[in-house]
């Protein structure tokens, strides 16, 4: 299933979304099958889903790319470009400061060009501690219409992200969740 062909919101609108409704959105039983069913969690890497977000932070010249899956207790990097340090030993984040839950809540694209002035991140630990300011991301929606994740793209300077930036995302989301559908139909997890 291919990623909606919906034009992204303004990048200066911030959702409104409340904690609850991330709570719940990340805690949904069903979805969370949906990423077992996936093997997504695998320790295990992707070839494909890493060049992936190579790619798309190349092409958007960031520094840091990331294909995430969102689970109730935790972010996980299934695949990830230009990390070091403690989320590259880790492979994730604890769930309350992933940038990723807003997509899986709202099943839409979320845009921080300045964590220091983006009130949903401006106290974040990825922001305050390790100096991730600013970020894009496109939810992965499998073809059972959950949001799993995103393909990321993020850095430690302010930037402003272009509909056309959003729109060359979206086709390395639509890449991304093509390769961990194939999962689905061939019963295999990474390879």
Known sequence: MSQPDTPARDPQVVPSVSEATIHAAIRQQDRLQDIADLGLASADTDEILQEICTQAAQALALPIGLVTVVLDEAQYFA??????????????????????????????????????????????????????????GIP?????GF????????????????????????GFAAAAIARIESRRRSGTGPQ
């Open 140 to 144: 992965l929606i499998s073809s059972r």
């Open 147 to 170: 949001a799993l994740g995103s393909l990321c793209v993020a850095g430690t300077e302010a930037r402003e992200f272009s509909p056309a930036d959003l729109d060359q995302l979206r």
């Open 79 to 136: 695949a990830r470009y230009g990390l070091d340090g403690w989320m590259e030993a880790a492979r994730g984040t604890p769930v309350e400061w992933a940038y990723c839950r807003f997509s899986v809540a709202t099943g839409e694209a979320f845009v921080v060009q300045d964590a220091t002035t983006h009130p949903l991140v401006q106290d974040n630990p990825l922001f305050t501690a390790d100096g991730l300011r600013c970020y894009a």
